[in-house]
């Protein structure tokens, strides 16, 4: 057996609890997908145009993640969850309330977006100590969007 298969098969078994971790950030970024688009459907008020375009720039950013995540659970040997079933109850993001204002969106947004970053560090944790340095690199790269997300969206909301 060559070295790199070596390091594969230990690598690989592994992951158990990275994969966990990887489908939560699948399971958080779908429920967060269907969240934005109710948010980009039902916004109204002044700020129509600016959130109704930022909600679809953040599903967009949802669904490249979600993809990027599930592609990479895959290549590690795992299974992305893919029913809603499964990722309403590993989601860290809870479905879209009805009625809400167009800052209360806003509000709600930021909130889901520091608790993807908690499970996103979670899996940067697990990926760390599985010596998966692609998945690692992958969640760094996720959190840095989200920071400067945060960062808008806290602006639009003047704090």
Known sequence: MSTMQTNYNTFTSNTTALQEALNRQIAGWSVLYTKLH???WYVKGPHFFTLHAKFEELYNLATANMDE???RLLTIGGRPVATM???L????????EAQLSAEQMVE???ADLHAMKEVIRQGIDEAGEAGDNATEDMGIGFTATLDKEIWMLNAFLGK
Not at 89 to 96: F, N
């Open 85 to 87: 079933a499964e990722q």
């Open 38 to 40: 109710n948010f980009h």
């Open 69 to 71: 995540a599930a592609e």
């Open 108 to 110: 709600q947004v930021v």
């Open 89 to 96: 109850r590993l989601s860290p993001i809870k479905e879209a």
